[in-house]
């Protein structure tokens, strides 16, 4: 076969990975900018923690001089801060803001199961109250405790009516519409009615498309069912990273378009809303995986703005490094395969060559959304470390079936790694190939376990899956018709197979990143289940 066909399959690999990257890093056009400093957000909810702190270590205290920081940057976007406690700092909020002077604070009182705890916020919310009453606008007496099941609703009631009683603000209690619906009765201890809608957190999830619409009709919904006090959206907004929950995916594109149009209808209809929430919180992940934390109209790292005005908005704002990194990765398959060649001189067939192609360009193409993945959804030295590996399985396998589809060698199975060594037909690719195999393998059977066990908060790794089963499955065009199916990738391809149809089905078919990692799932299976202990070439 001639330079020719090799030749061209690569500038069509090139060519693929350009279009699918310029395609998907097409920015959206929206009529308002998500966040303009010349019209201001009317609230955010605001927490200060960073990096390592987290509420959810007792002892995290922020220091004012963090607090100021943050709230005269908030200044320059939004008139008005919701807290949700006075713990590990919180209480310096009111009058830091006051020494920043232009912000407002809806101050929270967080409420639990821990009754000397919640004396103990309610005590300082209404002294901060008296201390502050020109910043300290309304007080929000619990959050979500109903919810949480923390609280009856008699004891809300309660502890309302006591604060009521107590302060000259307005007082309200915050939580999801639903349990407004459940619990009317505490509508009339209320001055105003806080509801959150958060239309990718519903039980029917609603794709993004449609989520200013439906935080339109809920709030029109909950004004016939609650007329005669106002209706404040307490949270509302929309995540900026995290898995898919039936058709509501999680994207920069997608908030930037929730946000803008929400706000937008609040300004046409006169409605008060507050976004949840100002900067990104990593602390969050631990107890709502990756979407937990992307929440916020800036990043947690930089403290940047995600949204500047006037900035095209796109998914992937680096993809002309990704695309030049796929190319590379692209141009590697080829010369490998083709110094492969040189040394052991073969004349491949051209369904070889054309698997190297598929191999060379999947990996390509999906190399920088795998690694945007990595970034974005490891937490922690355990993530970092799962996801790291998955991702270099999925650089090394093109690489080495490049090798072995250009010689007509087959895929190893495991037992040329881990079996007796004297029945092992061993070679450096074989050995190369089938720990990155093995590899891959305990990954993909270790996430399909727990998207079956546990799924509301994992992570779907359909880029970096694909980049290493595509090859995998590709070697299947050299295997030999001979030998005996092995146990051990039996045993893998039942688990990803059985897995594969309970998320489908559990997931719901346009869960379009639930479908791509099942296929993938059912692909690897397929793979392993065709493997044969004597296909070791040596």
């Not at 073969?346 to 999947?362: D, K, M, N, Y």
């Amino acid at each position: 076969m001639s330079l020719r066909t090799p030749l061209a399959l690569l500038l069509v690999s090139l060519g693929a990975i350009a279009a699918v990257w310029w395609w998907l890093a097409t920015p959206i056009t929206l009529a308002r900018a998500p966040i303009d400093p010349n019209d201001k957000v009317q609230c955010v909810s605001y927490a200060p923690f960073r990096g390592e702190q987290t509420p959810l270590t007792p002892w995290t205290h922020i220091e004012a001089d963090q607090i100021e920081q943050d709230l005269r940057q908030l200044k320059q976007i939004t008139d008005c801060v919701r807290t949700y406690s006075i713990e590990n700092g919180l209480d310096q909020v009111p009058s830091v803001a006051t020494k920043v002077g232009g912000l407002k604070v809806i101050q929270g009182i967080w409420l639990g199961s821990n009754r000397a705890k919640n004396f103990e916020q309610v005590a300082t919310a209404i002294r901060l109250t008296k201390e502050f009453p020109d910043t300290i606008s309304a007080l929000v007496v619990g959050n979500e405790v109903l919810l949480r099941g923390e609280m009856t609703t008699q004891d809300l009631i309660a502890i309302i009516r006591s604060v009521k009683a107590q302060v000259s603000v307005p007082v309200t209690y915050a939580d999801v519409w639903e349990y407004w619906l459940k619990n009317r009765e505490v509508y009339d201890a209320v001055d105003f009615v806080t509801i959150h809608i958060l239309p990718y957190w519903e039980d029917v999830p609603v794709k993004a498309k449609f989520a200013s619409s439906h935080v339109e009709a809920i709030r029109e919904r909950m004004a016939v069912a609650f007329p005669d006090k106002e209706i404040l959206i307490g949270e509302t907004g929309w995540p900026s990273e995290g898995r898919m929950r039936e058709g509501a995916l999680p994207s920069r594109t997608n908030q930037a378009r929730v946000v803008s149009e929400i706000l937008a209808l609040a300004k046409s209809q006169k409605f008060r809303v507050n976004l949840i929430e100002a900067y990104d919180q990593p602390w969050k992940r631990r107890l709502e995986g990756t979407v937990g934390g992307y929440w916020g109209l800036l990043d947690s790292v930089r403290r940047h703005l995600k949204y500047p005005p006037g900035e095209p908005i796109s998914n992937f704002p680096f993809w002309k490094w990704y695309m030049g990194a796929g190319m590379g990765l692209s141009v590697l398959v080829f010369a490998v395969a083709g110094l492969t060649l040189r040394r052991r001189p073969w004349t491949p067939r051209f369904s070889a060559w054309l698997g190297v192609g598929i191999s060379a360009t999947s990996a390509g193409i999906l190399l920088g959304i795998a690694a945007d993945k990595m970034y974005y959804e490891s937490y922690g030295w355990g993530g970092w470390l799962q996801w790291g590996v998955l991702l270099l399985a999925g650089i090394f396998s093109p690489i080495f079936c490049a090798q072995a589809l250009v010689i007509g060698r087959s895929l190893p199975t495991f037992l040329d790694l881990l079996g007796p060594r004297e029945g092992r037909k061993w070679s450096k690719l074989s050995a190369l190939l089938c720990l990155t195999l093995a590899v891959t393998a305990v990954i993909a059977a270790e996430t399909a376990l727990g998207f079956v066990f546990d799924p509301r908060y994992r992570d779907f790794p359909y880029a970096s899956l694909t980049m290493a089963v595509v090859p995998f499955a590709l070697l299947m065009l050299n295997r030999p018709q001979i030998g005996v199916r092995p146990i051990a990738e039996a045993v893998f391809a039942g688990v990803l197979a059985l897995s594969a149809v309970y998320v489908i089905l559990n997931e719901g078919r346009i869960n379009w990143q639930a479908m791509w990692t099942c296929a993938i799932y059912l692909l690897f299976a397929f793979t392993l289940w065709r493997a044969r202990a004597e296909q070791s070439q040596g």
